[in-house]
């Protein structure tokens, strides 16, 4: 199961970035264990968009909830989970 992580920033921009340095510390080894495969902004800077790898939901739980922006309370997160019948080869 893949699942589609929405952030959205609860805090102003100042307070965001704050946390910002620990959440791209633990962004960067998110990406290097496989457990996101993508992620960056939303383009008007609201939050972000994060794509799992093929993980169960309890495992995209535990990202959600080991973030820094979570554990700070500056953002929120909300989960779409789909099958990723149809995919890239390698992925």
Sequence with gaps: ???VLKSTYLQPPEVVNQTR???L??????VSAGRIVLAGRQEDESGAVLI??????????????R???TLADVASYE????????R????
């Design 79 to 86: 989960r779409l989970s789909f099958n990723g019948a149809f």
């Design 25 to 30: 510390e633990w962004l960067k080894n998110e």
């Design 67 to 69: 973030d820094p922006y």
């Design 52 to 65: 799992t790898g093929d993980i169960d939901a309890d495992a995209a739980q535990d990202i959600i909830d």
């Design 21 to 23: 340095p620990a959440h």
């Design 1 to 3: 199961m893949f699942h």
């Design 88 to 91: 890239a080869p390698g992925l």
